[in-house]
């Protein structure tokens, strides 16, 4: 099936139907964002990763249907005017836990960053000779410090 006939296909539907179809969408989408927040903020970052492809697919869809809806609008308030409701109440509490999803993934990147330029810099130190300078004191070379760690920004 072509991109076009996919697309005459959701603008042919009942406006009800296309309507449930968004809202199913939208309430899976929810689901599998809020699972992720809670998994990132107890700090288990690896098992949030699993739920990426899922989170990807469902986000995909629901855009899909979303557009379908934006450009049957017209057509939807006058059939269906509280199904058109139900997803724009749907689509805020979307816009509520993207947020604070996005709120906790910073704070799960900052925190993975600090710990990660720590053991860079305790890593560094132990590696360093242990030699007294000129003055008498340990001599400190601070560009050693993450020899051989990097950090990944890309999170």
Do not use: W
Request: positive net charge; contains cysteine.
């Amino acid at each position: 099936m072509t991109a076009a006939a996919r697309l005459a296909a959701l603008d042919s539907l009942p406006a009800d139907d296309l309507c449930q179809m968004a809202e199913v969408a939208l309430a899976a989408l929810v689901d599998i964002m809020n699972q992720e927040t809670v998994l990132l903020r107890t700090g288990h970052i690896k098992q949030a990763s699993t739920l990426t492809p899922d989170k990807t697919r469902l986000a995909q869809d629901y855009v899909g249907f979303a557009r379908a809806v934006q450009r049957q609008g017209d057509r939807l308030r006058a059939e269906a005017p509280k199904a058109v409701d139900r997803l724009k109440q749907g689509h805020e509490s979307l816009a509520t836990q993207m947020a604070e999803n996005l709120r906790v993934l910073a704070t799960a990147r900052t925190v993975t960053e600090d710990l990660l330029t720590d053991v860079a810099q305790i890593v560094g130190q132990q590696n360093k000779a242990k030699t007294y300078g000129r003055a008498g004191a340990v001599a400190s070379d601070p560009a050693s410090s993450a020899r051989g760690i990097a950090v990944n920004r890309s999170m």
